[in-house]
């Protein structure tokens, strides 16, 4: 309980908008996802995924995609916020021995709480092996875009460093008959090779969500499907809440 008191203080750090956090309950019944992308994310996080999320502009919800997919971790992950990048360097003088998710509020220039930027970010992506993920977000639309951002100085990513994060996704915010949608745009995940395919794009016109392809291991994928479903269906959404739900699904697993 120590590991989980102190994860969801992390992720309440990640609030922006004030409020409760949002939890991924509350993204599916918004349309920010579908609960199939859901499922693929939970199942990818299981694994041990790192993950990204990316929006040009400010206030689309990138933050908060990223905080509601990081209440889906397995338990006994514990998050460590990078507020200094002391703690990258500590991180990578230790031997990876327990399962760690270094979470980085923003890739970006800013000097605010947990921001990193610079020869920083090369090294926080070198983080990802054996138990330990990141977890970020920046200013970016496109996995090309993304790439382009990281790749270019002064932050020098190479193209292996960005294949090694397993779920790469991009929310886009678009006016409604409602109001503003915020959908998550592209859902790419890690193809094996060192790359990313595409698997969930977001077709505006028709406001739905088009898997593109087969998902590995759709036979695996199912218990997931079954436990996002479930979510979705019940009254239950606020974090904490779901949490519960996730907890005990992963000690039935």
Known sequence: MDIELHNHEQIEMLNQRGGRTLSIVDLIRAGTLS????????????????????????????????????????????????????????????????????????????HWYGYIWGRAVAAFLSLIGGPRRVASCLHADTLEELADILGSP???????????????????????????????????????????????????????????GALRDEAGLRPYLNLMRELAEGGEAEAEGVRRRVLAFYGRA
């Not at 499922?39 to 908060?64: D, H, I, M, N």
């Not at 509601?68 to 991180?91: E, F, S, Y």
């Not at 503003?180 to 969500?209: C, I, M, P």
């Open 35 to 110: 609960v199939e992308m859901a499922a693929c994310a939970v199942r990818a996080l299981a694994e041990g995924a790192s993950l990204l999320t990316g929006a040009r502009p400010g206030g689309a919800g990138k933050t908060t995609l990223m905080a509601a997919l990081l209440q889906l971790l397995p338990p006994g992950v514990r998050i460590v916020t990078v507020d200094h990048p002391t703690v990258i360097a500590d991180g990578l003088a230790r031997p990876a021995a327990e399962p760690t998710c270094y979470l980085a509020h923003e890739i970006g220039s800013g």
């Open 154 to 212: 002064p932050l020098g990513v190479s193209r292996e460093a960005l294949g090694r994060v397993s779920l790469i996704l991009f929310i886009h915010v678009r006016p409604g008959p409602r109001g503003l949608r915020r959908r998550v745009a592209a859902f790419h995940e890690a193809d094996g090779r060192g790359g990313h395919r595409l698997a969930f794009r977001w077709d505006e016109r028709s406001d739905a969500f088009e898997r593109l």
